[in-house]
């Protein structure tokens, strides 16, 4: 064994690619204090492509597994980097950290709130360690927007503005995406969102809202398939932080033309856009007798004594602003924010100490986006606290009792 961190990935499919692409970035930097010991997936062949991929780029090949129990026989692995569809991660981690494994574990932390309370109470019960994969926050922008409202210059923050509209008809990436069962789109996407509202402004306290489903049927990008959604694709809500800051929310991926974006913030001395999310757009602050961006912007920053998160990992695979620089390729730039959790979350295992976002981080996100179903099914104003701690669960039941069936 090697003083590195053996670590395993858990599901090979889309996201569990673009994992190992986030390992090896770390490699090419010479920041991976981790080893990247195997592979599992069900499917052998997903497993033994991605292996072989491995291999291609970072010189070594994986072992491969297609079953959990056989993958945690392996001393090699110390902590596993759970990548499978939502509807399995509780009952991967929870095994893995009884079995004496470190979790990392793609968002949504879980599918319900009932089982991804089972894995914090796991996580606390064991002393493993559990990390949520929230890359969003990782990047230079999300970074400098963080320290902008940290150091005070838009004053006392009204508003923050989280907005997406615009999409089609065609399936977003996956089937299972599409259903209430497994983890329907408007949950998987307002996941990466809630998680950017809470770094942003702080605890959510209250909800009004729901979801809905914007687009009856969806189709595959070719025509050949078209499929009937059970999820909602879409959600709206308005939303208040502990601190009182308003949020207004809304994820609609539907809707012909043009798309509208935005991430803003609103305070009583000033306003902030933020690009979107693996772009290599500029955070820009407007003042009462100024626009601050770019090195303008970081000077005022510094001028404040503001932290700004951009530690050596991230200068090291996404360049000194933490952005990837200007024109960067995408999966460059999407593997970067990878490497910099997957970094993060391997030097908390090290250091004995809690990942950036870790058990609590991303159940807190699924309560905030449960809040907003809860609320559509009560029809009215619920409080996080009564999603986080179980007493609010009416629109979950349906889909608890459809994972329990699975384990029967
Ligand atoms: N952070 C992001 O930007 C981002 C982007 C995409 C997906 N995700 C998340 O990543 C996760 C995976 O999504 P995906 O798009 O890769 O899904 P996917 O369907 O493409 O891949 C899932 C893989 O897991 C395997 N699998 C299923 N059950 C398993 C089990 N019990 N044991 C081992 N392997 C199993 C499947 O065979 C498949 O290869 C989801 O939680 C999703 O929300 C995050």
Known sequence: MTDKLGIAIVGCGFMGRRHMLGFNALHKAGKLEGELVALLDINAETANKLADETFTLMGARPDIYTSIDELLKDDRVEAIDIVTDPRTHHTIAIKAMEAGRHVL??????????????MVEAAERTGMVLGTAENYRRGGANRVAKAV?????????????????GGDDKIIISKWRHMKDTGAIGLDMSIHYADIIEYYVGPIERVWGRGIIAEPTRTTADGSETITPTGEDALFASMQTKDGVDVQYTYLPSGLGKRYQQRSLHGTLGSMTVPPDRS??????HLADRELIGSELIAELKKRGAFININEVTRAVLGPDGTGGKGAAWADVDAGYLAVEIADFIDAVMQKRAPEVDGIGGLRALAVVYAILES?????????????????????????AAMDNLKG
């Open 376 to 400: 559509g099914v009560a029809k009215r104003e619920v409080s996080v606290n009564e999603v986080l701690d179980g007493r609010l669960h009416a629109y979950q039941d349906e889909i608890d």
């Open 280 to 285: 290599d757009g500029d955070v820009v602050v």
């Open 149 to 165: 409202i940290d150091s005070g210059m838009l004053g006392k923050l009204h508003l923050m503005l989280e907005f997406w509209a």
């Open 105 to 118: 574990c793609e968002k949504p932390l879980a599918l319900t709130m009932k089982t991804g309370r089972m």
